[in-house]
Every structure is written in C-alpha cells, then in structure tokens.
C-alpha cells in the first residue's frame, strides 16, 4: 500500500511542477496553494519512501538554500532595478523544491532553470525582433522565472529520484 502512495506522491510532484509552470506563464503568478502542497508532496514522498533518497537534514538545508539563496538574489535585484525583478512566489518554489531535493542538488536545479529562464527570454527578444522588426533589448523583456524553476526542478527529480526507490518495497 506505501508503495502506491509514493508513487502517488511522485507523480503528483510533476503535476504540481506543471501546473506552477503553466499558471506563472498565462498569469505570471505561482500560488501559495501549489507550492505549499509541493513542499508536502516532496516531504510525504520522503516519509513514505523512509528518506531513501536523501536525508531529512539535507531536506531541510535544501529548503534553506534554494528559498534563502532565491531571498537574497531578489533583494539584490529589487535595489538594483528599483523594482520588483522577481517574485515571492519564486523563493517559495525554489524553498518547497528544497525540501524535496535536498543540498547540493536544489542549486543544480536552480541553475538549470535560470539556463532555461534565460533561453527562455531570448526566444521572446527574438521573437519580438522579428514581429516588431526593431533591434533586439532584453532589458525589457519580462520572463516568468517560474517556468524556467520547474523545469530545472523536474529534471533533477527525475535525475536524482529516478526510480531506484521503487526497488527498496
């Protein structure tokens, strides 16, 4: 029966990952509400599968890294640009996929997905170049982070949870 709902759990991880991906790029938001069950989808996929995969302290300084490290870079930016450069809703993406992927594995995923946000931004300064027909600025180019998150959160869930944990049933 645990076995059903971890797998339960890890498939629900990439529901959510998707649906946080898909509501920041129509509305640019990420809801509490999904990233609060992200957390409790990751942290109840560890507790049925015993911690295989990681431990809890490592959960928990991967909640620590991914949310404190996202904190401190949107601080930065928001003095830098006088602005809000990038969302709450980030920093408790990047938090709840902590949990779930633990330390170092939460700024992998942080980076790929910043790799992704920035491919990401330069289709769209590409694509409004050729539209517009007017030299390409991405300095006014607004990218929702989130989708380019999820996805470097999902590839290295699949990367680092794989299926391996299945065997230990």
């Known amino acids: 029966m ?14 959510l990952l998707a649906a946080l991906a898909y509501r920041d ?3 640019y938001i990420l809801p ?6 992200l957390a409790l989808a990751f942290l109840s996929f560890h507790i049925i599968t015993q911690w295989h995969v990681i431990a809890p302290m490592e959960s928990l300084w991967g909640g ?20 809000d450069s990038l969302g709450l809703g980030d920093v408790k993406l990047m938090a709840a996929a902590g949990l779930g992927l633990g330390q170092p594995h939460i700024l992998v995923a942080l980076i790929i997905g910043s790799g992704m946000g920035l491919l990401h931004g330069l289709c769209i300064g590409y694509a409004d ?38 065997k230990t049933k």
Not at 32 to 37: E, H, I, R, V, Y
Not at 64 to 83: E, H
Request: glycine share 8%.
């Open 2 to 15: 645990l076995w059903a709902i971890s797998i339960f759990s890890y498939l629900l991880i990439f529901s």
């Open 25 to 27: 790029l129509k509305e």
């Open 32 to 37: 509490d509400s999904l990233n609060a069950t």
């Open 64 to 83: 620590v890294m991914g949310g404190g490290l996202l904190l401190l870079i949107r601080t930065i930016a928001n003095k830098f640009y006088k602005a």
């Open 129 to 166: 170049r050729k539209t517009n027909k007017r030299k390409m600025s991405l300095d006014q180019v607004n990218v929702p982070a989130g989708l380019g998150l999820t996805v470097g959160v999902a590839m290295v869930t699949l990367y680092q949870f794989g299926f391996e944990w299945l």
